[in-house]
């Protein structure tokens, strides 16, 4: 009788290494997914900041940013109830294009703390709330714009 209990017990404490194996193989496998989607997340709005320092380089240069320009940031903005704000700044830090009007004509260093008139490439940063992109847009070795997007991740 005493043998039977041994083996029973012995069975339920390697069952309990069985299922603790399994749910750390489970809890990593859902840490690599979650990694996997966050990477992609920083990868889309660096992405979508690429573009959108493109196409606000290309009208800058040629000496405008019209209305329809505007209008378009504003409605992809609106579209993705993710995407925060859209801001771009000049050379001198002058905010010229803000998703927030409050933000346009004021000096980018006065809104956020940041020293972004400083970059030299981009900065891409995030935290539990939001991810955030810095980048220099410029021409060759002069720089023309900078550009700032908030993404909220949930």
């Known amino acids: 009788m005493k043998k039977i209990l041994y083996f029973i017990i012995i ?3 390697l069952d ?3 299922l603790g194996f399994f ?3 489970i809890e990593s496998e859902k840490q690599k997914l979650i990694n996997n ?3 992609q997340k920083n990868q889309l709005v660096y992405d979508l900041g690429y573009v959108v320092a493109l196409f606000a380089r290309d009208k800058i240069l040629s000496e ?3 209305e329809n320009v505007r209008n378009y940031l504003n409605e992809l903005v609106r579209s993705d109830k993710n995407l ?3 801001l771009i700044s000049d050379s001198s ?3 010229i294009f803000s998703t927030n009007v409050a933000y346009e004509n004021k000096q980018i260093d006065e809104i956020f703390s940041e020293n972004i ?4 490439d981009y900065e891409l940063k995030s935290n539990e709330d939001k991810i955030v992109l810095n980048m220099l847009i410029s021409e060759f070795n002069r720089k023309i714009l900078y550009l700032r997007i908030e993404y909220k991740r949930r």
């Open 23 to 25: 749910f750390f193989k």
């Open 16 to 18: 309990l290494f069985i």
């Open 93 to 95: 830090g002058k905010v």
């Open 37 to 39: 989607f966050e990477n």
């Open 84 to 86: 925060e704000l859209i």
């Open 11 to 13: 069975l339920i404490i």
């Open 64 to 66: 405008s940013f019209p």
């Open 117 to 120: 008139t400083s970059l030299v």
